[in-house]
């Protein structure tokens, strides 16, 4: 990523080089770049490359430098580097400075763009701002023909947050409009989490029966339903959806066994959830995080001997990258120590140095 002295770089080319410096080789070498170009390079486009890294890396100070610095320049005179900003302080939680930014735009004439309306809406779920977010969501619908469908989703986050279930439920039907158009699987999954967390199963039915014909369902979705009814106590229901993946499913992922597994173990039902990993691992190799799953519910439910078997079991099928968790890690551990197995606590401790080794 040198500067060759016969090729003439212009304003633009120096922008995408600091931007791939930084992805390579992180802000320090980024900052060292800038710095060293040309001022006839230093334009628009390369501050915010620069204000773009110093976002990314949640560097407030150095980024309202920047900002200054454009705003001297006449450099800040588009609705992209507020849109920076805009982010930056909604990751900080500096929601005063987000108003601020927006009266300055308003005073300079600089249009808020799909980009500008969509932080706003982000940084106002992210403070609670309800009367703020339905302000905007108003601008939103008035000014563009399409509002995608992850601004309904917010919509219905935020009014369950502060308890307006029936703004939530409205926000929801304005979602589902979205699947006919979309057909994504992805909206469709975050609908049935919503339906979930307001805890209406009926409703919860209807959409996976309505819209399950028009989609080309992933293990994800039947993953999110079973999760989603068994938030609402019903196993009976997760087991239907997991059986009618399991007859349909092409290629089998443990995943999904892993989320009928977790409401098992959150119910107790332990005779169950055994047996279904003793089916599920017939012919097939599960994954470390299935015995895991077992493991910690044995742990929660005080049956520390189960769980000492079922990390073994977890340790043993590890795959690059995987480790057990800390606590169930410890908790084997500790209880192996009070009843003097130090066999098995050594065979426990060979096995987690091994998985580190494959990190």
């Not at 996976?208 to 079973?226: A, D, F, T, V």
């Not at 068994?230 to 009976?236: F, L, N, Q, T």
């Amino acid at each position: 990523m040198t500067d060759r002295r016969y090729l003439d770089l212009s304003p633009v080319d120096a922008a995408i080089r600091l931007e791939l410096i930084y992805k390579v080789r992180g802000v320090d070498d980024a900052e060292y770049y800038f710095n060293n170009i040309s001022n006839q390079l230093k334009s628009e486009n390369s501050y915010g490359a620069l204000l773009s890294t110093y976002v990314q890396e949640k560097s407030v100070e150095k980024a309202e430098k920047v900002m200054q610095k454009m705003s001297e320049l006449g450099f800040a005179n588009t609705s992209y580097p507020y849109n920076m900003m805009i982010t930056l302080y909604a990751k900080a939680g500096d929601f005063k400075q987000i108003e601020k930014l927006i009266e300055e735009m308003e005073g300079k004439g600089i249009p808020h763009d799909i980009y500008t309306l969509r932080n706003r809406l982000h940084a106002y779920v992210a403070a609670g701002d309800a009367s703020g977010f339905e302000k905007t969501l108003k601008e939103v619908e008035n000014k563009l023909r399409i509002v995608d469908w992850k601004t309904y989703s917010f919509a219905s986050d935020l009014y369950l947050k502060i308890g307006e279930t029936e703004k939530a439920l409205n926000m929801l039907k304005k979602l589902e409009d979205k699947i006919h158009i979309l057909k994504r699987s992805l909206a469709f999954e975050h609908i049935l989490s919503l339906y979930a967390r307001v805890g209406n199963k009926d409703e919860l039915y209807r959409v996976w029966n309505q819209y399950k014909p028009l989609l080309k369902l992933k293990n994800s979705s039947y993953s999110c339903m079973i999760t989603s009814l068994a938030k609402m106590d019903d196993i009976d229901g997760a087991e239907k959806i997991f059986h009618e993946w399991e007859s349909s499913c092409t290629m089998y992922d443990f995943r999904v066994v892993n989320k009928l597994l977790c409401a098992y173990c959150q119910k107790g039902l332990f005779d169950k959830a055994e047996l279904l990993v003793n089916k599920a691992v017939q012919g097939r190799t599960p994954y470390a995080s299935t015995w895991n799953v077992l493991a910690i519910g044995y742990m929660l439910n005080k049956q520390m001997d189960k769980a000492v078997e079922m990390l073994k079991k977890a340790m043993l099928v590890g795959r690059k990258g995987w480790k057990p968790n800390s606590l169930i890690l410890n908790s084997c551990l500790k209880y192996l120590e009070t009843q003097g197995n130090a066999e098995d606590r050594e065979e426990i401790l060979n096995l987690h140095k091994n998985l580190e080794l494959q990190l």
